[in-house]
């Protein structure tokens, strides 16, 4: 098989010769997938990211002084009285919000269980401590118990990646999309982007017949949501505002009233929950207020010094930690998808494994490419309004990370989350629950202890394991 000459042209013009190191020994099948790979990449996008892959050096002191002035911004709390609006008026346009059916969802589901030790989309992951249910049976759960409580479908766009995009595919076929109408259900897949060795900027190999690439980020969905028709087909169904949410995190709550109040009767056009960081070194970025804006400064790129500083009463100067659950105005998604290039790439070493030229297989210590993607959190500085909301970590932030045993975020941390959630919300319920005993809330059942009493009369006693909810109850 002979390659285009437009091709092989291009590919010259951009010294990437060394990806076709191996074609002359592939058969015609692996020659074409190799084809079909190179034919697919935005070439003029390709010479972008080699200027990307030795950027000017920046240093912390160059950082710090960009966040000198920068402070947290002022935060609403669930259900804090002092809030203005208060939390009984936040509740109350949130409810009319789903009740009149204006409000989608868009769920974050590009990754793989690769570090959980699990071989498939993370989506599929059993999670649930009593139940076994996966992720995507419990945050699409979430949507059934909207639409039982307030009679309208939430409207759901799921961003897959090429690597999960069949599989999930396939997994809501089987499981009849987790009870959600398939009409409601929109699934569409982020672009996949080149890892560039870190030395030259070349096209990397992770099979002779394979160039390594890597999802774009939770900042594609954007692009890729607009290019697959997803805004029109939210349009199509009424949608005024769509909030986003991660599939890793089994307790987050972007549906809640309260918060989609805030986020309308503020006018934000983009509202972000928050969880307040104790801990230095936890893992998650934080939101800033800084030159008249707000923006997420990810936490590898907030020096340490900064990251420790602390304030007179003993917080964290920067302690607004962002869980990656938004919501948005639909208005504002359709004005940003229409600026060019409005989320910019963002570069990270990781270890790749490659072949080498002599045809073997390296699986490096330490990293060796270049990768691209794209945070969705750029978009809150082209907001005209932002609004701040911080959840208590116990209610909204279980986020499913690392493997089994690990120290934090692995499926035992999880688990326990969402027992302890399900005994505080039964707790507040007036059910006792003994010492010990793992319990678990239907999510399609029971968003919150308003809907307990449906199944259990205040004053019942849970002695053995149970999902209360749904069928079990």
């Given at each position: 098989m002979d390659i285009p000459p437009l091709l092989s042209e291009r590919i010259g013009q951009s010294g990437q010769s060394a990806c076709l190191a191996f074609w002359d020994r592939l058969n015609p099948v692996s020659q074409a997938r190799l084809?079909?790979?190179?034919?697919?990449?935005?070439?003029?996008?390709?010479?972008?990211?080699?200027?990307?892959?030795?950027?000017?050096?920046?240093?912390?002191?160059?950082?710090?002084?960009?966040?000198?002035?920068?402070?947290?911004?002022?935060?609403?709390?669930?259900?804090?009285?002092?809030?203005?609006?208060?939390?009984?008026?936040?509740?109350a346009r949130g409810s009319?919000?789903?009740?009149?059916?204006?409000?989608?969802?868009?769920?974050?589901?590009?990754?793989?269980?690769?570090?959980?030790?699990?071989?498939?989309?993370?989506?599929?992951?059993?999670?649930?401590?009593?139940?076994?249910?996966?992720?995507?049976?419990?945050?699409?759960?979430?949507?059934?118990?909207?639409?039982?409580?307030?009679?309208?479908?939430?409207?759901?766009a799921i961003m897959t990646s090429s690597a999960t995009d069949a599989d999930t595919h396939a997994y809501l076929r089987s499981h009849a999309y987790c009870g959600l109408n398939p009409a409601h259900v929109f699934v569409f897949c982020q672009q996949d982007l080149p890892a560039l060795d870190a030395a030259t900027g070349c096209l990397l190999l992770e099979a002779p017949d394979r160039v390594a690439v890597a999802p774009d980020g939770h900042g594609g969905m954007l692009?890729?949501?607009?290019?697959?028709?997803?805004?029109?087909?939210?349009?199509?169904?009424?949608?005024?505002?769509?909030?986003?949410?991660?599939?890793?995190?089994?307790?987050?709550?972007p549906l809640d009233r309260e918060?989609?109040?805030?986020?309308?009767?503020?006018?934000?056009?983009?509202?972000?929950?928050?969880?307040?960081?104790?801990?230095?070194?936890?893992?998650?970025?934080?939101?800033?207020?800084?030159?008249?804006?707000?923006?997420?400064?990810?936490?590898?790129?907030?020096?340490?010094?900064?990251?420790?500083?602390?304030?007179?009463?003993?917080?964290?100067?920067?302690?607004?930690?962002?869980?990656?659950?938004?919501?948005?105005?639909?208005?504002?998604?359709?004005?940003?998808?229409?600026?060019?290039?409005?989320?910019?790439?963002?570069?990270?070493?990781k270890a790749v494994p490659v072949w080498d030229a002599s045809g073997r297989q390296v699986v490096p210590d330490a990293p060796n490419a270049v990768k691209f993607e794209r945070f969705i959190f750029d978009l809150m500085p082209l907001a005209h309004r932002v609004c701040v909301v911080e959840v208590?970590?116990?209610?909204?932030?279980?986020?499913?990370?690392?493997?089994?045993?690990?120290?934090?975020?692995?499926?035992?941390?999880?688990?326990a989350a969402l027992v302890q959630h399900a005994r505080t919300q039964l707790e507040k319920a007036g059910v006792f629950v003994a010492d010990g005993i793992d319990v678990e809330?239907?999510?399609?059942?029971?968003?919150?202890?308003e809907d307990i009493g449906r199944v259990l009369l205040p004053g019942s006693r849970i002695d053995r394991p149970q999902v209360v909810g749904g069928e079990a109850s």
């Amino acid at each position: 098989m002979d390659i285009p000459p437009l091709l092989s042209e291009r590919i010259g013009q951009s010294g990437q010769s060394a990806c076709l190191a191996f074609w002359d020994r592939l058969n015609p099948v692996s020659q074409a997938r190799l084809l079909h790979q190179l034919q697919a990449f935005d070439w003029d996008q390709l010479d972008v990211l080699r200027e990307l892959v030795f950027p000017p050096i920046a240093t912390d002191a160059g950082l710090t002084g960009n966040l000198s002035n920068a402070t947290t911004p002022a935060c609403l709390q669930v259900g804090n009285p002092l809030n203005a609006p208060s939390p009984a008026q936040a509740l109350a346009r949130g409810s009319l919000a789903l009740a009149e059916g204006t409000v989608g969802a868009i769920l974050v589901a590009g990754g793989q269980g690769t570090r959980l030790g699990y071989a498939g989309p993370k989506g599929l992951y059993a999670i649930g401590p009593v139940s076994q249910a996966s992720l995507f049976e419990i945050l699409l759960g979430k949507l059934l118990g909207v639409r039982r409580r307030f009679g309208k479908d939430v409207p759901l766009a799921i961003m897959t990646s090429s690597a999960t995009d069949a599989d999930t595919h396939a997994y809501l076929r089987s499981h009849a999309y987790c009870g959600l109408n398939p009409a409601h259900v929109f699934v569409f897949c982020q672009q996949d982007l080149p890892a560039l060795d870190a030395a030259t900027g070349c096209l990397l190999l992770e099979a002779p017949d394979r160039v390594a690439v890597a999802p774009d980020g939770h900042g594609g969905m954007l692009g890729a949501l607009s290019q697959s028709g997803g805004l029109d087909w939210f349009a199509q169904r009424g949608t005024e505002q769509i909030v986003s949410f991660q599939v890793d995190n089994p307790l987050a709550m972007p549906l809640d009233r309260e918060f989609l109040g805030y986020h309308l009767l503020c006018q934000a056009d983009f509202s972000t929950q928050i969880v307040r960081k104790l801990d230095p070194a936890q893992r998650v970025g934080v939101v800033v207020a800084h030159a008249g804006t707000h923006r997420v400064v990810e936490y590898s790129d907030l020096p340490a010094t900064l990251a420790s500083e602390r304030l007179a009463n003993g917080r964290l100067r920067f302690d607004a930690g962002s869980i990656a659950v938004h919501a948005f105005a639909k208005s504002f998604l359709d004005r940003v998808a229409a600026i060019p290039n409005a989320l910019p790439l963002h570069r990270a070493l990781k270890a790749v494994p490659v072949w080498d030229a002599s045809g073997r297989q390296v699986v490096p210590d330490a990293p060796n490419a270049v990768k691209f993607e794209r945070f969705i959190f750029d978009l809150m500085p082209l907001a005209h309004r932002v609004c701040v909301v911080e959840v208590p970590a116990s209610q909204g932030f279980a986020p499913l990370k690392n493997p089994s045993g690990a120290a934090s975020d692995s499926p035992q941390h999880v688990r326990a989350a969402l027992v302890q959630h399900a005994r505080t919300q039964l707790e507040k319920a007036g059910v006792f629950v003994a010492d010990g005993i793992d319990v678990e809330l239907d999510a399609a059942t029971i968003l919150d202890h308003e809907d307990i009493g449906r199944v259990l009369l205040p004053g019942s006693r849970i002695d053995r394991p149970q999902v209360v909810g749904g069928e079990a109850s």
